[in-house]
């Protein structure tokens, strides 16, 4: 069965500093993995995915991800946050079947401090 | 493209009585699926339907239903409202052809 964790519930930085999010993940097959961004009162937006063509995924805002096998991770970065960056982010793995059922882990808080 | 939305916004009930939320996917995406975001239990699969089909269902009780019309726009209902029925559900849709979903902003339902 897949499954995502995420590592820590809140995460502060100040603005200008390297943003780091982790995500562990378990699978039976070679994930699809996912990150979305949801702002307040706003729904989901993706940032990035990765389907196995490249470990490291770049996506928008300046965000990338480094897929690593070994590790079972699947991290978020960013290197220099900005005050829009705040949010709650989403390690998301895909249920491999024929479906498409998104399983998400519990979210992480970003609080950037002017 | 116009976005995946959501009717309506927000959504005010009563214990015991049922709701209706409606989705419009992204034109042309023929798969939709639905979640339940809570702050207890997070993100949760519903349901997704595919031309009409329902593909998968989550571990939620039979009081949550929904369909899909030819059109792709999709319903879902809640029968015999309880209080932990309260929570942000979100429409999501996809092309089939490509690996991933795009979200609507949510129906608020609080439940009274």
């Known amino acids: 069965a897949q499954s995502v964790t995420q590592l820590d519930s809140h995460v502060s930085v100040s603005e200008g500093t390297p943003v780091l999010l982790r995500c562990n993940y378990s699978s039976s097959y070679s994930p699809s993995l996912f990150w979305y961004v949801q702002h307040p009162n706003k729904g989901l937006q993706l940032l990035l995915k990765?389907?196995?063509?490249?470990?490291l995924v770049k996506g928008i805002n300046g965000f990338e991800a480094e897929f690593k096998k070994s590790e079972t991770s699947f991290h978020l970065t960013k290197p220099s946050a900005h005050m829009s960056d705040a949010a709650e982010y989403f390690c998301?793995?895909?249920?491999?079947?024929?479906?498409?059922?998104?399983?998400f882990g519990s979210g992480t808080r970003l609080l950037v401090r002017p | 493209k116009a976005g995946v939305t959501q009717t309506p916004r927000y959504l005010i009930k009563t214990r015991g009585q049922q709701v209706t939320l409606s989705c419009s996917p992204i034109?042309?995406?023929?798969?939709v699926s639905w979640y339940q975001q809570t702050p207890g239990q997070g993100l949760q699969f519903l349901f997704e339907?595919?031309?009409?089909?329902?593909?998968n269902k989550g571990n939620f009780p039979g009081r949550f239903s929904g369909r899909q019309f030819s059109n792709s726009r999709s319903e879902m209902n809640v029968s015999t409202l309880e209080l932990g029925d309260s929570a942000l559900y979100l429409c999501a849709s996809r092309d089939i052809t490509y690996n991933e979903q795009f979200f609507g902003p949510g129906t608020r339902l609080t439940v009274l």
């Open positions: 034109s042309g995406h023929r798969s």
């Open positions: 998301v793995v895909r249920r491999m079947d024929s479906s498409y059922k998104l399983i």
């Open positions: 990765y389907t196995s063509a490249a470990t």
């Open positions: 339907y595919f031309s009409e089909t329902q593909r």
